[in-house]
């Protein structure tokens, strides 16, 4: 009997090919490269990486890489670039919120502690290897966060102007708190040590009440 041709069955050795033909493997997101590479550049050290080593350690061919990122540096930046544009496009809206000086700042502390953690591997090899970014990338990364600076030295000066902080100069405040703040990715761990929460609240009594002078924020 002939198999009717709008059947559905496919002949036995056309479906056999089909059975035995390899899955294609998903096509891997430049964030999952960028992800892989901040985790092989923590562990083994940015200058002893190869492109060779990055594509194996995210389970790619060389050449699958290069269509991707051109060169080692291009990742290091993408890295950096993460943990630089990222607080200021979701913390820093928070200095714009309502509330006194004092709650504003406590929330962008929160958030940027949430970040940080969360992004802790990136922040790290950011920290460690931006001189190794070139001049063009490094330059675009100094501006982010010279601005992201400059919105936490204006919290600080309202606060002053409405008498609610006390700090002889604003700019070193903000680079002080700054500075504490980024230093909790080199030594938090979640399964020892404080939780976040717990820094989270340490932070802003100290930052705020302590750092600025001023009454903890409700």
Not at 138 to 157: E, G, N, P, S, W
Request: with cysteine.
């Amino acid at each position: 009997m002939t198999q009717s041709p709008d059947s559905g069955t496919l002949p036995s050795a056309e479906a056999a090919v089909v059975a035995g033909a390899p899955r294609r493997r998903p096509k891997i997101r430049p964030e999952e490269i960028v992800s892989a590479a901040a985790e092989f550049f923590a562990r083994e050290g940015y200058a002893n990486v190869g492109m060779r080593d990055v594509a194996e350690a995210v389970g790619i061919r060389g050449a699958s890489l290069y269509h991707h990122f051109a060169s080692k540096e291009e990742i290091l930046y993408a890295i950096c670039l993460t943990v630089t544009k990222e607080p200021n496009e979701l913390s820093l809206p928070l200095l714009d919120a309502a509330g006194t000086p004092a709650q504003r700042l406590a929330a962008l502390i929160r958030a940027h502690l949430e970040h940080l953690i969360q992004r802790r591997v990136e922040h790290l090899v950011a920290l460690q290897d931006l001189n190794s970014l070139s001049a063009e990338h490094r330059a675009t990364i100094d501006d982010l966060r010279r601005y992201y600076q400059r919105r936490v030295r204006d919290v600080i000066v309202a606060g002053v102007r409405e008498g609610e902080f006390d700090v002889p100069d604003p700019q070193l405040a903000a680079l002080l708190i700054l500075d504490a703040l980024n230093g909790v990715s080199g030594w938090f761990h979640p399964d020892r040590g404080p939780s976040l929460p717990q820094i989270i609240s340490a932070y802003t009594e100290m930052i705020v009440a302590r750092v600025l002078s001023a009454s903890q924020p409700s």
